[in-house]
T-cell receptor, first 114, second 110 residues
Framework: DGGITQSPKYLFRKEGQNVTLSCEQN?????MYWYRQDPGQGLRLIYY???????QKGDIAEGYSVSREKKESFPLTVTSAQKNPTAFYLC?????????????FGPGTRLTVT | KQEVTQIPAALSVPEGENLVLNCSFT??????LQWFRQDPGKGLTSLLL?????REQTSGRLNASLDKSSGRSTLYIAASQPGDSATYLC?????????FGKGTSLLVTP
């Protein structure tokens, strides 16, 4: 089955702790993305990567970090510096950038920080 | 910065009606526009992608149009069904990733 997996589906953390969200794809896509979704809001871009070992900040990168050591994997770390981390996090991938190809999304991880 | 707006924010229709969802964007220099469906608590499912050189795309009961010069797209859903109830998101390419609208929440009542 080809697709994007995100784990876990639900994640609970105490304030002040770092947490890492997993994203894996077996679609052989070059580009991967992390978005954040808040209730009643559109998705906002956190980080994106168009090739292994390279990534760029999106619109709301503060308090987040990523790595892209393998083509299949793009984990997102939510650090204690992120002021309001409770949200729904979505990972996506596409074949090469976004010019002519669809983005495919994972099922999401709902993070709750108390 | 590209701004994407979707109208209406919410819509309720009886089963069988045809309906139109609207999406507008401020910068007409786009590569493509994508319509997604999102069920509560779930990820996004791609419905249609329209490249900037295209005017419309069709998939089953769905038809999406694009007027790049006026910064508008519409998603037409024919003969709506209760299973169409979901949030519909419009997104435009910004050169490196997608810019999303806030979505239209659709409820189709039996």
């Amino acid at each position: 089955d080809g697709g994007i997996t995100q784990s876990p589906k639900y994640l609970f953390r105490k304030e002040g702790q770092n947490v890492t969200l997993s994203c894996e794809q077996n679609l052989n896509h070059d580009a991967m993305y992390w978005y954040r979704q808040d209730p009643g809001q559109g998705l906002r871009l956190i980080y994106y990567s168009q090739i292994v070992n390279d990534f760029q900040k999106g619109d709301i990168a503060e308090g987040y970090s990523v790595s892209r050591e393998k083509k299949e994997s793009f984990p997102l770390t939510v650090t204690s510096a992120q002021k309001n981390p409770t949200a729904f996090y979505l990972c996506a991938s596409s074949p090469t950038g976004t010019e002519f190809y669809e983005q495919y999304f994972g099922p999401g991880t709902r993070l709750t920080v108390t | 910065k590209q701004e994407v707006t979707q109208i209406p924010a919410a819509l309720s229709v009886p089963e069988g009606e045809n309906l139109v969802l609207n999406c507008s964007f401020t910068d007409s220099a786009i590569y493509n526009l994508q319509w997604f469906r999102q069920d509560p608590g779930k990820g996004l499912t791609s419905l249609l992608l329209i490249q900037s050189s295209q005017r419309e795309q069709t998939s089953g009961r769905l038809n999406a149009s694009l007027d790049k010069s006026s910064g508008r797209s519409t998603l037409y859903i024919a003969a709506s069904q209760p299973g169409d109830s979901a949030t519909y998101l419009c997104a435009v390419d910004s050169g490196y990733a997608l810019n999303f609208g806030k979505g239209t929440s659709l409820l189709v009542t039996p």
